[in-house]
């Protein structure tokens, strides 16, 4: 107990040199913009200039979600009238199918999703005189031109990507919390040490079967990295709204993140032992942490863990949920990803701006 005292101590600590570290260009930026204060109404139903701000933010995170899954539907989905492009790769939905026959089918789902909450937030900001998320302008990435792709441009990158895979242990962990300042170790270490393709880039990577199963394993993976994030912005992001019609919407779309999260969260676990035979990545078999809580394949619900306080017990919850800067360290855990490599300076400048302005926003009281 005094052990955990003295952490959250010290993540407090960290987090008070992190506000004053990060605050000052959101307010030089509002300075300069002549912003109204974020609390302040927006129009006769109460909506906030900060409730704006939020949905601007989300309707962004939504259509690079859109973008990324668009791509893993054009190999690996279903293509249909729900969710046109592409013509599927063969060789990459086999693969897939090795962690469960219905992959193809949860992409598919899980994009056509991500297209309607960006274009429902996009609609509503609309009906509420606010202004659209437009990205259009950013959409130069060339992507993967491999058999299966659209060959549409890309606003996101799946071909070099540096894959997170902490969420795994982070929520079977019994005693550690991201908000008290706690860190977790990767499932996949290897991933973090290097750039992968989550997504076929040649005929050669369809043709070697290790490749394209450790190609399969890492978009697995990074299916449940993008949809924890999104698990966790919209209870931080809720928790600065001061509208309820637009609590409401956060406190709908949220949790089918957490649905997708769930899914992913389960593949996961069948993710097949391969050693990648052009980077040396190694998936081992996850058989082998039987027994181990923290690693085990099957250990798919989040364990309870410390929650506030100590005193009051563990619980099973989501997790981080502090709101400090949430809007920014989900985009920057985006970015370090490696999901926009090629990416301009203007499209990193319209993000941070946007989520500047959502972590400004505050609950009117
Ligand atoms: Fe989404
Ligand atoms: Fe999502």
Redesign the pocket.
Known sequence: MLQRIRKLGNSLSRRTMLRGGLAAPAIIGAAVLGDPLPSAAFDDDGITHGDISILRFLAAIEII?TDLWTQYNEFGGIQDNEVPGGSGSPAYQAALAKLDMDMSQYIHD?TE??ITHSSFLNAYLRSKGAEPVDLTPFRNLPGSTAPGSSGKKRLTNLMQLTVDTSWWTRYRSRNKNPDFGDTFAPLIPGLLKGKFTAIPTSTADTSNPDRIQAIANTAALHFGT??QG?SSLYPQLAQRVSNAEVLRILLSIGPT?TM?FQTWSDKAGNIVQVTDPITGLEFPDLGMFTGNEDLQANLIMPEPTEFLSPAFGVCSIIRPTETEQAATRTFASFKDDGLFIGQSDAFFATMNELASRADMARRRG
């Open positions: 979600e899980n999703d991500e993008i949809e999104g993140e997708h």
